[in-house]
């Protein structure tokens, strides 16, 4: 579709045969079902100078490239569907600076979360973004989507902690934004309106990040409930008892029923369990005991079966792994998954669990839900054999929209934190009317006026 090869050409050069990437099979899909869509050209610089040079010969030569942080996206939003550049970003991992005095960190966007994580931990900070995924995804992916993660619940998504950014426009030109200091107001907050942007405006070369100081002690608990909506419950009475839980999260029946198959959860789960919370408190370690136990007693009032609390490290670390890795599970039980990421206010969050069970149900489709309650914010997944039937698919898409078309008339969003990409972007119409998209567009146009920037992503 673009003359790669003489970007290729001129590439080489310039900045060496190294920047190039032989083997391209492996960008033509993320974590999600997009593609596969094999790039034209792969590129992985290996400093920030390389990527200046990189988005100015795209633009000379009028191809397109998609950045890419570590491909655990699973809406397509890291894959070149134009056929053009991929670029890959995973070597740019330094953690230039950990500024203990001011709780700061800077990092290249190629940095992986938990290690960002673990280096802050060592001198007694903390950063709290914690998606599933923390142990293979990148900073500068969660950048792009506002990456989530359970302790979203009590610190907020990735875009909270987020000060500053240093970018290239797809204009070519490179830019500091955002400031070292905890607020600032000064001109428009450019650094939000890139967080969550998916790498349609700019390249990030660096990000300046908020941490915290590390809590002296954590505390979980896995409360097994006999359905859905008393665990719904069990959310609106530790939410609304006086308790500020880090995470809280919500399982359904299909994936406690897989969980329970699998073993490995460190605690007892009764057989007649239809619905899983876990919970984490943190802080300071006099009064956390205390505190658990209300929200214990909580989840007990809303119908708990069992209330199992996990004390030491390595139980609770137990209890997030498999929470973290439900997502495998179910698809090493069912051969093909479509997970959507949807999030409603948190009152609603029993109608969003019914109505993703009914609509299942109405498509002859196995369902499952979880994520994270404490916020809304549901991970629906469709579970089906293709081979089944002919119509399957088909069933599956209207499934998908339906689901869609339930979130808005709760008053939710098509998207809590993996953004748009390529596989939500015909539905952004549900959500955000036209002259609320062009004027997006608009901005696009300002920051990237040739298109070079992950063209066709977020807007149909």
């Known amino acids: 579709m673009f003359a790669v090869d003489d970007l290729h050409d001129a590439l080489v050069s310039r900045l060496g045969a190294e920047l190039v990437v032989v083997d391209r099979g492996p960008y033509a899909r993320d974590d999600g079902a997009e593609g596969p869509y094999m790039p034209g050209l792969v590129l992985r610089p290996r400093e920030r100078a390389e990527v200046v040079e990189v988005v100015a010969l795209c633009l000379a030569h009028r191809i397109p490239l998609s950045p890419r942080g570590a491909g655990t996206g699973t809406v397509g939003g890291c894959l070149a569907d134009h056929g053009g550049v991929v670029l890959d970003l995973a070597e740019l991992d330094a953690i230039l600076d950990i ?135 069990g959310v609106q009475r530790c939410l609304r008892g006086g308790l500020s839980p880090a995470a809280l999260e919500f399982a359904d029946r299909t994936c406690a029923a897989v969980l329970r198959a699998n073993g490995g959860l460190a605690v007892p789960l009764p057989d007649e369990a239809g619905a899983l919370l876990w ?138 934190e993996h953004g748009i990409g390529l596989s939500k972007r015909p539905y952004m119409p549900l959500e955000q009317p036209a002259a609320l998209r062009d004027l997006q567009l608009a901005i696009k146009r300002a920051w990237d006026p040739d298109r070079l920037l992950n063209p066709g992503k977020i807007f149909p």
């Open 99 to 233: 500024d203990e005095s001011s709780l700061l960190a800077t990092v290249e966007p190629g940095v992986i979360t938990a290690r960002l994580q673990a280096a802050a931990e060592a001198v007694g900070l903390f950063y709290p973004p914690d998606p599933a995924s923390l142990k293979k995804c990148s900073i500068g992916g969660n950048v792009a989507t506002n990456a989530g993660g359970p302790r979203a619940c009590k610190y907020g998504v990735t875009g909270a902690f987020v000060l500053g950014l240093d970018v290239i426009t797809g204009g070519g030109e490179a830019l500091a934004l955002g400031h070292r200091s905890i607020k600032g107001v000064t001109g428009y907050d450019l650094v939000s309106l890139l967080v969550g942007s998916e790498g349609t405006l700019a390249v990030t070369t660096a990000c300046t990040l908020r941490l915290l100081p590390k809590p002296s002690a954590t505390l979980t608990l896995l409360a097994a409930f006999p359905d859905e909506a008393a665990a719904c419950e």
């Open 279 to 416: 919970l984490e408190l943190d802080g300071d370690e006099a009064g956390l005991d205390a505190a658990l136990e209300r929200a214990a007693a909580r989840c007990r009032e809303a119908g708990a079966l069992t209330v199992e609390v996990a004390r030491d490290p390595a139980t609770c670390e137990q209890l997030w792994d498999v929470r973290r890795a439900l997502s495998y599970s179910l698809r090493a039980r069912w051969p093909r998954k479509i997970s959507e990421d949807v999030a409603v206010p948190i009152g609603r969050l029993p109608e969003l669990a019914a109505a993703a069970r009914a609509i299942g149900s109405r498509h002859r489709l196995d369902t499952a839900s979880f994520g994270h309650a404490g916020d809304g914010n549901l991970h629906v997944n469709f579970l089906y054999d293709p081979s089944s039937a002919a119509d399957v698919e088909e069933r599956v898409g209207k499934a998908v929209g339906e689901l869609f078309a339930a979130t808005i008339a709760l008053g939710g969003t098509l998207s809590g």
